[in-house]
Protein backbone atom coordinates (compact mmCIF):
# COMPACT_ATOMS: atom_id res chain seq x y z
CA UNK A 1 0.00 0.00 0.00
CA UNK A 2 1.37 3.47 -0.73
CA UNK A 3 2.05 5.66 2.12
CA UNK A 4 2.11 9.26 2.65
CA UNK A 5 5.98 8.75 1.41
CA UNK A 6 4.83 8.00 -2.38
CA UNK A 7 6.04 12.18 -3.31
CA UNK A 8 9.61 10.96 -2.06
CA UNK A 9 9.67 7.62 -4.03
CA UNK A 10 8.76 9.27 -6.69
CA UNK A 11 11.51 11.87 -6.65
CA UNK A 12 13.63 8.79 -5.86
CA UNK A 13 12.30 7.02 -8.49
CA UNK A 14 13.14 9.74 -11.39
CA UNK A 15 17.22 10.49 -9.97
CA UNK A 16 17.79 6.92 -9.80
CA UNK A 17 16.14 6.59 -13.37
CA UNK A 18 18.11 9.06 -14.88
CA UNK A 19 21.59 7.86 -13.42
CA UNK A 20 20.99 4.59 -14.26
CA UNK A 21 21.00 5.61 -17.83
CA UNK A 22 24.12 8.14 -17.78
CA UNK A 23 26.10 6.25 -15.88
CA UNK A 24 27.83 3.83 -18.66
CA UNK A 25 27.61 6.60 -20.53
CA UNK A 26 30.92 8.40 -21.08
CA UNK A 27 30.14 11.99 -22.42
CA UNK A 28 27.41 12.40 -19.79
CA UNK A 29 29.59 10.47 -16.71
CA UNK A 30 31.47 12.90 -17.10
CA UNK A 31 29.52 15.57 -16.61
CA UNK A 32 27.21 13.88 -13.52
CA UNK A 33 29.80 11.55 -11.56
CA UNK A 34 27.71 9.92 -9.41
CA UNK A 35 23.38 9.90 -8.55
CA UNK A 36 24.33 12.65 -5.74
CA UNK A 37 24.65 15.38 -8.29
CA UNK A 38 20.96 14.84 -9.03
CA UNK A 39 18.75 17.48 -6.78
CA UNK A 40 15.20 17.27 -5.71
CA UNK A 41 15.27 21.02 -5.32
CA UNK A 42 14.49 23.74 -7.20
CA UNK A 43 16.64 25.41 -9.61
CA UNK A 44 17.66 28.16 -7.61
CA UNK A 45 18.27 26.21 -4.64
CA UNK A 46 20.91 24.25 -6.41
CA UNK A 47 24.25 24.19 -5.38
CA UNK A 48 26.97 24.08 -7.70
CA UNK A 49 28.33 20.90 -7.16
CA UNK A 50 24.60 19.40 -8.32
CA UNK A 51 24.59 19.29 -12.44
CA UNK A 52 21.03 18.34 -12.57
CA UNK A 53 17.93 19.64 -10.61
CA UNK A 54 14.57 17.58 -9.98
CA UNK A 55 11.93 20.37 -8.79
CA UNK A 56 8.21 19.10 -8.07
CA UNK A 57 6.62 22.60 -8.56
CA UNK A 58 2.89 21.61 -8.51
CA UNK A 59 0.78 18.93 -7.09
CA UNK A 60 -3.11 18.18 -8.57
CA UNK A 61 -5.56 15.88 -7.91
CA UNK A 62 -7.11 13.48 -10.68
CA UNK A 63 -10.87 14.74 -10.17
CA UNK A 64 -11.31 11.44 -12.36
CA UNK A 65 -10.37 9.34 -9.34
CA UNK A 66 -11.79 11.57 -6.77
CA UNK A 67 -15.52 9.51 -6.03
CA UNK A 68 -14.28 5.86 -5.95
CA UNK A 69 -16.18 3.93 -3.21
CA UNK A 70 -14.50 2.50 0.02
CA UNK A 71 -12.46 -0.79 -0.52
CA UNK A 72 -12.76 -4.04 1.24
CA UNK A 73 -9.74 -4.98 2.85
CA UNK A 74 -10.73 -7.52 5.55
CA UNK A 75 -14.01 -9.59 5.74
CA UNK A 76 -15.49 -6.67 8.10
CA UNK A 77 -13.16 -4.16 7.05
CA UNK A 78 -13.80 -1.23 4.64
CA UNK A 79 -10.67 1.39 3.75
CA UNK A 80 -11.48 4.44 2.41
CA UNK A 81 -10.21 5.18 -0.70
CA UNK A 82 -7.01 6.78 -1.78
CA UNK A 83 -6.14 10.12 -2.97
CA UNK A 84 -4.71 10.03 -6.59
CA UNK A 85 -2.40 13.11 -7.46
CA UNK A 86 -0.48 14.30 -10.65
CA UNK A 87 3.15 15.34 -9.90
CA UNK A 88 4.69 18.09 -11.71
CA UNK A 89 8.48 17.87 -12.33
CA UNK A 90 10.33 20.91 -13.68
CA UNK A 91 14.26 19.48 -14.58
CA UNK A 92 17.01 21.90 -15.19
CA UNK A 93 20.66 21.37 -15.88
CA UNK A 94 23.20 23.48 -13.83
CA UNK A 95 26.38 21.81 -15.88
CA UNK A 96 27.26 25.63 -16.00
CA UNK A 97 28.20 25.28 -19.71
CA UNK A 98 25.03 25.83 -22.17
CA UNK A 99 26.69 22.64 -24.31
CA UNK A 100 26.74 20.60 -21.54
CA UNK A 101 23.26 21.42 -19.91
CA UNK A 102 21.65 20.91 -23.94
CA UNK A 103 23.36 17.35 -23.66
CA UNK A 104 21.43 16.51 -19.94
CA UNK A 105 18.30 17.91 -21.38
CA UNK A 106 18.26 16.09 -24.58
CA UNK A 107 19.66 12.68 -22.58
CA UNK A 108 16.74 13.35 -19.71
CA UNK A 109 14.25 13.44 -22.97
CA UNK A 110 15.73 10.71 -24.33
CA UNK A 111 15.33 8.44 -20.90
CA UNK A 112 11.55 9.53 -20.19
CA UNK A 113 10.88 8.69 -23.73
CA UNK A 114 11.99 5.23 -23.49
CA UNK A 115 10.32 4.90 -19.93
CA UNK A 116 6.79 6.20 -20.21
CA UNK A 117 5.57 3.29 -17.93
CA UNK A 118 7.32 2.87 -14.39
CA UNK A 119 6.71 -0.62 -13.06
CA UNK A 120 8.45 -3.17 -11.62
CA UNK A 121 12.08 -2.77 -10.04
CA UNK A 122 12.52 0.65 -10.95
CA UNK A 123 10.11 2.11 -8.62
CA UNK A 124 11.89 3.19 -5.32
CA UNK A 125 10.23 2.73 -1.54
CA UNK A 126 6.18 2.14 -1.32
CA UNK A 127 5.72 2.58 -4.81
CA UNK A 128 6.68 -1.29 -5.94
CA UNK A 129 3.34 -2.27 -7.56
CA UNK A 130 2.23 0.48 -8.46
CA UNK A 131 2.30 1.66 -12.58
CA UNK A 132 3.11 5.17 -13.01
CA UNK A 133 2.94 7.31 -15.98
CA UNK A 134 5.65 9.88 -16.76
CA UNK A 135 3.67 12.56 -19.80
CA UNK A 136 6.02 15.38 -21.33
CA UNK A 137 4.36 18.84 -20.49
CA UNK A 138 4.22 21.70 -23.21
CA UNK A 139 3.76 25.13 -21.19
CA UNK A 140 3.05 28.11 -22.83
CA UNK A 141 5.10 31.11 -22.44
CA UNK A 142 2.66 32.50 -19.83
CA UNK A 143 2.76 29.24 -17.80
CA UNK A 144 6.69 29.19 -18.00
CA UNK A 145 6.57 32.68 -17.04
CA UNK A 146 4.58 32.71 -13.69
CA UNK A 147 7.12 29.30 -12.56
CA UNK A 148 10.19 31.31 -13.11
CA UNK A 149 8.29 34.51 -11.43
CA UNK A 150 7.83 32.58 -8.55
CA UNK A 151 10.81 30.21 -7.77
CA UNK A 152 13.75 32.95 -9.06
CA UNK A 153 15.36 35.63 -7.13
CA UNK A 154 16.96 36.99 -10.54
CA UNK A 155 14.91 37.79 -13.82
CA UNK A 156 16.80 35.21 -15.37
CA UNK A 157 15.14 31.99 -16.98
CA UNK A 158 16.93 28.63 -17.56
CA UNK A 159 16.04 26.17 -20.15
CA UNK A 160 13.81 23.43 -18.38
CA UNK A 161 12.07 20.25 -19.58
CA UNK A 162 8.70 19.55 -17.65
CA UNK A 163 6.86 16.35 -17.11
CA UNK A 164 3.61 15.31 -15.12
CA UNK A 165 4.27 11.69 -13.20
CA UNK A 166 1.04 9.94 -12.56
CA UNK A 167 -1.06 8.66 -10.98
CA UNK A 168 0.69 8.77 -7.29
CA UNK A 169 -1.51 7.44 -4.61
CA UNK A 170 -1.17 8.25 -0.95
CA UNK A 171 -3.82 5.64 0.88
CA UNK A 172 -6.37 6.70 3.40
CA UNK A 173 -5.57 5.82 7.14
CA UNK A 174 -9.67 5.93 7.62
CA UNK A 175 -11.18 2.37 8.24
CA UNK A 176 -14.55 1.44 9.00
CA UNK A 177 -15.72 -1.92 10.42
CA UNK A 178 -18.72 -3.41 8.68
CA UNK A 179 -20.76 -6.29 9.59
CA UNK A 180 -21.45 -9.11 7.34
CA UNK A 181 -25.36 -10.22 6.74
CA UNK A 182 -24.92 -14.20 7.87
CA UNK A 183 -28.91 -14.85 7.09
CA UNK A 184 -32.56 -12.89 6.24
CA UNK A 185 -35.80 -13.46 7.74
CA UNK A 186 -37.75 -13.74 4.07
CA UNK A 187 -40.79 -15.02 5.74
CA UNK A 188 -41.02 -11.76 7.96
CA UNK A 189 -40.32 -9.53 4.64
CA UNK A 190 -43.08 -11.00 3.11
CA UNK A 191 -45.53 -11.13 5.62
CA UNK A 192 -44.71 -7.52 6.04
CA UNK A 193 -45.37 -6.86 2.30
CA UNK A 194 -48.82 -8.47 2.96
CA UNK A 195 -50.17 -6.35 5.98
CA UNK A 196 -49.56 -3.48 3.69
Not at 20 to 33: A, E, F, G, R, V
Not at 86 to 103: G, R, V
Not at 131 to 158: A, G, H, M, V
Request: aromatic share 8%; hydrophobic share 35%; proline share 4%.
Amino acid sequence: MVDYTALMDVGKTLSNLIWDNIKNDNQLSSIISSESQIALSSPEETTPDKKLSLFLYQITEDSYQRNRGAEIEAPETIGFPPIHLSLSFMITPNAADQEKDHLLIGKVIQIFNDNRILKGPVLKGDLAGEELRINFCQLSLDELNKIWSIISKSDSYRTSVYYEVAPVKIASTKRRDIKRVLSVDTEKYLHSGEER
